[in-house]
């Protein structure tokens, strides 16, 4: 199998959820969580490399990435750019 280097910078998101720290990138739709941050970001950094060396072992990179909104720009891709990111207060009534 051809050997593939891929490099790019991915949003990442770490909030935590009960006693557990949970590590997302809507740019590869992954998440993964962890009993700290420092291992909730380990264990992102490692579910990336298993994400990224099955599409390559599959051949679906490409199309993997178009359908997450990537862009492939000469030969660079380029993840969907985080436009904002809050916390918004809202108040919800129902019966």
């Avoid at 949003?11 to 959820?17: C, L, M």
């Avoid at 949970?22 to 994400?51: D, G, M």
């Amino acid at each position: 199998m051809k050997k593939i280097t891929f490099k790019t910078s991915l949003p990442i998101t770490i909030f935590k959820e009960g006693k557990s720290y949970v590590a997302y990138s809507p740019a590869i739709n992954l998440s993964t969580s962890a009993k700290t941050y420092k291992k909730a970001q380990s264990r992102f950094a490692e579910a990336v490399h298993i994400f990224f060396e099955e599409l390559a072992k599959m051949g679906t990179t490409e199309q993997v990435l178009f359908n997450l909104g990537w862009q492939k720009i000469k030969s660079n891709w380029h993840p969907p750019v985080v436009v904002s990111n809050y916390v918004q207060p809202m108040t919800f009534s129902y019966a």
